[in-house]
């Protein structure tokens, strides 16, 4: 935060950020760290054992998460970089999220019910009307109540042109809402006493598809009306999961439950997208803590583990430790460098996420165009990557992560759903190609490229002059394969989707590629100038020398996929996908 991504500078020129010094920073993610380590940690195995409950309707979390939810709300972490005249406390955005990712790595199950209210104070705070504001901000940004965003119905997932639910006006200025909506998080719960739920539904003369979907805030207690009485809506059941089986995904069915319109008739999924970028960006942190969750259990055990003679100890002594044998570098290395140029690209976002929110509308805008093209590739690659680093942990403890007592199972299982919630690979990759590159965001890439090759550039640190020429190199790579797509969707209208995948991961290694050469730099004159913390700063340009070295060349293998485009995929007839020898 501070030395690469210059942080404090950035604090500075924020309205939000003025007051937060570097001093600041530090003792909240240390204070973060310490309720991460003390709370959380040692209830993510039990919650996983325990699961969460449903009967008759209601949701009871494991043992022992509501009391952590309870010292979550007294520590104030939910009003942290929330708007101040809502009770909040002023800080960027970007602090949460740098905060946040201790409380991910240590129980991604407890975060599903108490950290998805950013996303729900953000919209409202967008798009609802004042009364509207008034009534249900303050209770979230307190954590008094909670937050949970309704899209996905049982006959479609990503594809919200199917949505079916129904608002109908009332008298009093309300509507009666009516429908069922799946995969809802936290949908019903035991840590607050109401839960605001913010449902993507049509008005009775909407136009078919995207367009004619409005947004309503339903909340599960109707305590805007006279009684104060229940909301016509249940949770039917919870799902019976692979991984976060901690954490109620519930399905929810509304029977004329009373809401209220956010924002204009029709432009419900404009004002959902306030949500879900923020969720998206959160799905990528999710993604790299549970990579650097991963990286500290196995080298912890690698360090410890004796086994073999490595090629690297001495001729005399008995077996090895793990660390010391090459491939377990390579699958130790591979998780570091996930793990920190994952970080690295998440807070790079997070700075843009505080830009779009400040400053005149040029900034806002110019903000909001990078986090277009940013927030798909993250999300996207380290979803995929997180994956990566967490089933590694499994392969260097060997049968030992095979077993549920380590936690790596857990980590595989519960890291799986970031590659699905928020979009799937395919959605984001599609989004970044087909939707923006290849559409009106086409110099938001070149925005960025530029940055990248002014930077590589300015570079003259001669240790460093390899891993410039590659990034330079697959920049140019990047840009190429971007053009060569725009002339062949123009004639194939299946190519954007035959190749968004090998896209966006491509697209990941340059911008993960990119952070890491800024923390090289900075380590490299850090050295120059004698800093005392020589391995810390040494450790930084060797971990960017592996990315470099082993990592980044994956970028040609999906420039080739890339460049075979689409007839492997689309010239085979449906029938013989079925065909037996």
């Given amino acids: 935060m501070q030395e690469v991504l210059g942080f404090a500078s950035h604090y500075a020129s924020l309205p939000a950020g003025a007051d937060v010094s570097p001093t600041d920073v530090d003792v909240i993610l240390k204070a973060a760290g310490k309720f991460a380590e003390e709370v959380l940690a040692p209830l993510n195995h039990s919650g996983d054992e325990e699961g969460a409950h449903f009967e008759y309707g209601k949701v009871r979390s494991p043992q022992g998460f509501v009391d952590a939810y309870k010292q979550y709300v007294d520590g104030g972490w939910p009003r942290l970089a929330n708007p101040e005249e809502q009770g909040g406390e002023t800080a960027p955005y970007s602090l949460k999220l740098a905060m946040s990712e ?10 599903m019910y108490a950290l998805l209210n950013d996303g729900a104070i953000k919209t409202l705070m967008s798009f609802a009307d004042a009364k509207l504001i008034e009534h249900f901000v303050p209770k979230l940004v307190s954590g008094e109540w909670l937050g949970t965003m309704c899209l996905t119905e049982p006959h479609c997932g990503s594809d919200l042109s199917q949505i079916r639910t129904r608002a109908e006006p009332r008298d009093d200025g309300s509507y009666a809402v009516i429908g069922t909506k799946i995969f809802i998080s936290s949908g019903e719960q035991d840590f607050s006493d109401n839960i605001v739920h913010l449902v993507l539904a049509r008005l009775p003369d909407a136009v078919p598809g995207t367009r004619g979907i409005s947004l309503f805030v339903v909340p599960k207690m109707d305590d805007r009306s006279a009684s104060g009485n229940a909301n016509s809506l249940r949770c039917l059941s919870i799902e019976r999961k692979m991984g976060l089986r901690a954490s109620a995904t519930c399905v929810m069915t509304f029977e004329g439950a009373r809401g209220w319109l956010v924002g204009e008739p029709g432009r419900g999924l404009n004002a959902m997208f306030a949500f879900i970028n923020n969720s998206r960006l959160g799905t990528a942190q999710q993604a790299q803590a549970h990579a650097e969750g991963a990286f500290q259990s196995a080298l912890a055990y690698a360090r410890e583990r004796l086994a073999g003679r490595s090629p690297l100890a001495s001729a005399s002594g008995g077996p090895s430790a793990l660390i010391t044998h090459p491939d377990i570098r390579r699958m130790l290395l591979t998780q570091k460098a996930i793990a920190e140029g994952g ?17 005149g509308a040029e900034q806002r805008a110019s903000a909001a165009e990078r986090l277009a093209v940013l927030t798909p590739i ?5 979803s995929e990557w997180a994956g990566e680093a967490t089933d590694l942990g499994i392969q260097i403890l060997g049968g030992h992560g095979y077993m549920k007592e380590w936690g790596l199972e857990q980590r595989v299982r519960d890291v799986r ?15 970044l190609l087909g939707r923006k590159l290849l559409g009106p965001l086409r110099h938001g890439l070149t925005d ?8 590589c550039r300015q570079v003259t640190a001669a240790e460093l002059k390899v891993m410039i020429a590659r990034l330079t190199e697959a920049v140019k790579t990047w840009l190429a394969l971007t053009d060569l797509a725009a002339e062949r969707s123009a004639a194939d209208p299946a190519f954007a989707g035959s190749v968004a995948v090998d896209y966006l991961l491509l697209a990941g290694y340059v911008s993960v590629g990119y952070m890491f050469i800024l923390s ?14 020589e391995a810390f700063y040494r450790a930084k340009i060797q971990t960017a020398q592996f990315y470099f070295d082993k ?6 293998a999906h420039a080739s996929s890339i460049a075979n485009g689409s007839e492997s995929l689309t010239g085979m007839p449906e029938a013989s996908f079925g065909l037996e020898v």
Avoid at 102 to 111: E, K
Avoid at 417 to 431: A, K, L, N, P
Avoid at 520 to 533: C, I, N, P, R
Wanted: charged fraction near 20%; charge should be negative; include cysteine.
């Fill in 551 to 556: 990592l980044l060349p994956r970028i040609h």
């Fill in 378 to 382: 993250a999300k996207g690659a380290l």
């Fill in 448 to 455: 960025l490229s530029d940055e990248i090759l002014t930077f």
């Fill in 520 to 533: 090289a730099q900075v380590a490299s004159s850090k050295l120059a100038d004698g800093a005392t913390e």
């Fill in 343 to 359: 970080r690295a690209l998440v807070l790079y976002c997070a700075k843009w996420v505080d830009l779009a929110d400040s400053g």
């Fill in 102 to 111: 201790f409380m991910q790595a240590a129980n991604h199950s407890w975060c």
């Fill in 417 to 431: 759903i970031t590659r699905i919630y928020e979009g799937t690979t395919g959605v984001q990759g599609m989004d």
